[in-house]
Each structure stands twice: as structure tokens, then as C-alpha cells.
């Protein structure tokens, strides 16, 4: 997985800028020698702010962004200047882009539209400078405010794809041929399992007016839900469908039992997947005949809509169409946004990727965030 483009995860520590430090100045000009304080503020620290893209589709342009460092606010002069505010960071990501905390793996937010945006970490306010503090008792205030500190966090990106329909299936029954076949995506295709490394979408066309998104993921094995095979890292793909198709081969020793099978383990993944519309569709059905479907439909799971399919003969491919637009319509469509998101178990992800942040050696901050209210300025 190293080396692919698909990238759906990513972990990066992320800062704000510390507010600059008010100045603490008096007014020295000639013929005026008790000119009064005149120390501006300083400028407020910069903002970490999370934006939707519609223009990237994965993770990638973040993989090898570490740090995400907003720039900090200048100080305050003299002559009632204000320090420049510090540079805002804006972190774009591709919608469906979840947010989590990278330390205790709470769930932060979840950008899902063009241009959604989310305050992650504010600046710190700038200082006053000695000016603000001029008083009828002290007209010569000899201190100004530090500014606020900065903020921080680590947080952890998840793509969750934004498609209308998972494909759910063990592997090598045929769910990537289904897809090149109902929509112009060429996923790979081959008689062995795990085939497909990696999600792919694609658009399916309803009788020339109406599409959807179907997303093809790789295999689900039993024990998925606890990381066997690539199923877990996929399994997350799926929580945002709005219905799942569930794929199970004509040939298989007993329908009823892997469609249980493959539920159960979305279940244990994430119990609210039980919510979802599902739909069976019986693949590879071009090696029944008639009477075999017959003695087939006898046993299936109850209260499942199901069609027999085959993408070699196009065998029910209208019919499973017409079936998945009707069941998306069936829909209230804010329950497609109103996902719940499971708390993601940071213990159980990847630690290659783990860092420490070392302030650099240049970096001003180090050691420097000890906001304490007013200070005494010289
Ligand atoms: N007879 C028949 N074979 C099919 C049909 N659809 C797919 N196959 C074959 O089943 C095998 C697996 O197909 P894939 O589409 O790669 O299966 P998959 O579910 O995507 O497999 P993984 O990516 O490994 O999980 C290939 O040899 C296909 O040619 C069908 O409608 N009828
Ligand atoms: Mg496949």
C-alpha cells in the first residue's frame, strides 16, 4: 500500500501562530519630553482552518505535510503600530474528508461540501500595547500585554468516499466486474481473490436521466471487523453509503449464510451499519438456470430486496439499477449526511507513522508559550 496514490489516512501536527507581544513604548520627540505611551498592539496569531475541495478526490497532496505551522503575530511598536497578524494555514481536503483527534481519537468534524470550512485551532489574540492601558491615575503604564499563546494538535484525516452505494462481497464474486459494467470505471478484474487493492468509483447511468455513485471496495473475509485481510482498512468506506449492495455468487454453498456473514461483520464494525438499506443481488447467475434459481429464491435471507445478476450476459443489471435508484429515493435525503462517525481506536492504528514534533532550532516558540497574563515590560 506503500507506494499507491490512493491515500485515505494521513496524521499531522498542526499549530497555531502565537499572538505578538504588545509594545511597551513612549511617545520621544523633540519640545515634548513626557510624550505618553504610544506601544501599539501586537497582531494576532494566525488561524489553522479546514477547507472542502472538490478538486482533490484523496489524501495524497497531505501525505508528506507533516507540520502545518500558521505564522505568528508581530509585535507591537511604538507610534501606536500594530504588529502584523500572522499568517492564516488553510488545510484543503476532498470532501468526505473526516477529522479526528490524533491523541485520544475523538471525533472533531467531517467536511462534506465545496468550501465547508472549520476553525481547527485560532490564533492568539495580539497583546495590547502600554497605550491601551493610559489611565486617569497611571498616564505612563510601563507594561504591555504578551500576546496569547498559540495552540496545537495532532489530528488524524480520514477519506471516507462519498458514494451512494458500497459494493459488500467476499472476494472474487465478482464485484469489480459488476462495476465496469454498470459504469465506465475499468477496475482491475481477475479470477483470484483480493484483487482489488484499493476503492474505486464510478458513475452509474438510470436509464439515460438519473446517476449514482457505486464504490467498489476490496474483499470483506470473516473477522474483517478485526483486521483480517484488507477488509478493516476499507471498512470505513462504506459507513458514508446510503445503501449497500451485497454481492454473493450463484455458486456459493449457501447464499443465506454468507449474506449473515458479511453482515455480521459490519456489524461489528460499526453497529449503525445495520441502519443501511441493503440490497442482495446474486452474482455470476449466467451458471443457473431457471429451475436452480427457483430452488435458490426458496432460501434466502427474508426482508432483503434481491436480484439474480450477471455481468457477463447483463442478466437483471436494469433491474438492479432501477432497484438501487429506488431504494437512494426511498431516502429523506439529510439522512445521507447524518452520519455517525465511531470514535476512531488510535491504538489500533499504524504506528510507522507516528512523530514527535521537535520545534526546529530556528523556530521561536520553543519553550516560549507561557502565557501568564499581564508581564512587565522593559
Ligand atoms: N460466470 C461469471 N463470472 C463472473 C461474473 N462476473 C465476474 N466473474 C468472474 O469472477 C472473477 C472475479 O471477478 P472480480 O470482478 O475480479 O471479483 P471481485 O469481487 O472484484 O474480487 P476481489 O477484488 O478480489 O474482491 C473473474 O474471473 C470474473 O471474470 C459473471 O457475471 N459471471
Ligand atoms: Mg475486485
Same mark, same amino acid.
Given at each position: 500500500m506503500g507506494e499507491s496514490n490512493f491515500v485515505d489516512y494521513v496524521k499531522i501536527y498542526t499549530r497555531s501562530g502565537k499572538g505578538g507581544r504588545g509594545s511597551t513604548h513612549f511617545r520621544r520627540e523633540k519640545y515634548i519630553p513626557f510624550g505618553g505611551p504610544d506601544g501599539g498592539d501586537g497582531g494576532d496569531g494566525g488561524n489553522v482552518i479546514l477547507r472542502g475541495d472538490?478538486?482533490?478526490?484523496?489524501l495524497l497532496h497531505l501525505k508528506f505535510e507533516r507540520h502545518i505551522l500558521a505564522g505568528h503575530g508581530q509585535g507591537g511598536s511604538g507610534r501606536l503600530s500594530k504588529g502584523k497578524d500572522g499568517e492564516d494555514k488553510t488545510i484543503h481536503v476532498p470532501l468526505g474528508t473526516v477529522v479526528f483527534d490524533g491523541e485520544t481519537g475523538e471525533f472533531i468534524t467531517d467536511i462534506s461540501r465545496d468550501g465547508q470550512e472549520f476553525m481547527l485551532l485560532k490564533g492568539g489574540r495580539g497583546g495590547k500595547g502600554n497605550n491601551y492601558f493610559k489611565t486617569a491615575t497611571n498616564q505612563a503604564p510601563k507594561y504591555a500585554q504578551p500576546g496569547e499563546p498559540y495552540q496545537e494538535k495532532k489530528i488524524i484525516l480520514q477519506l471516507k468516499l462519498l458514494a451512494d452505494v458500497g459494493l459488500v462481497g467476499f472476494p472474487n464474486v465478482g464485484k469489480s466486474t459488476l462495476l465496469s459494467v454498470v459504469s465506465a470505471a475499468k477496475p482491475k478484474i481477475a479470477d483470484y481473490p483480493f484483487t482489488t487493492l484499493e476503492p474505486s468509483l464510478g458513475i452509474v447511468n438510470v436509464r439515460d436521466s438519473y446517476s449514482f455513485v457505486m464504490a467498489d471496495i476490496p474483499g470483506i473475509i470473516e473477522g474483517a471487523s478485526e483486521g483480517k485481510g484488507l477488509g478493516f482498512r476499507f471498512l470505513r468506506h462504506i459507513e458514508r453509503n446510503s445503501a449497500l449492495l451485497f454481492l454473493v455468487p450463484? *455458486? &456459493?454453498?449457501d447464499i443465506k449464510e454468507d449474506y449473515e456473514t458479511l453482515l455480521n461483520e459490519l456489524i461489528r464494525y460499526n453497529p449503525e451499519l445495520a441502519d443501511k438499506q441493503k440490497i442482495l443481488a446474486i452474482s455470476k &447467475? *449466467?451458471?443457473? *438456470?431457471d429451475e436452480l434459481e427457483q430452488a435458490l429464491t426458496e432460501d434466502l435471507p427474508e426482508g432483503v430486496p434481491f436480484v439474480f445478476i450477471s455481468s457477463f450476459t447483463q442478466k437483471g443489471i436494469p433491474a438492479l439499477k432501477d432497484l438501487l435508484w429506488k431504494t437512494l429515493n426511498e431516502q429523506p435525503f439529510h439522512d445521507l449526511e447524518s452520519i455517525v462517525h465511531k470514535p476512531m481506536d488510535v491504538r489500533l492504528e499504524d504506528l510507522e507513522d507516528d512523530f514527535d514534533y521537535e520545534p526546529e532550532?530556528?523556530?521561536?516558540t520553543a519553550g516560549e508559550n *507561557?502565557?501568564?497574563g499581564f508581564d512587565l515590560d522593559e
Open positions: 472538490r478538486n482533490h478526490w484523496t450463484a *455458486d &456459493s454453498k &447467475s *449466467d451458471m443457473l *438456470d532550532a530556528d523556530d521561536d *507561557d502565557y501568564a
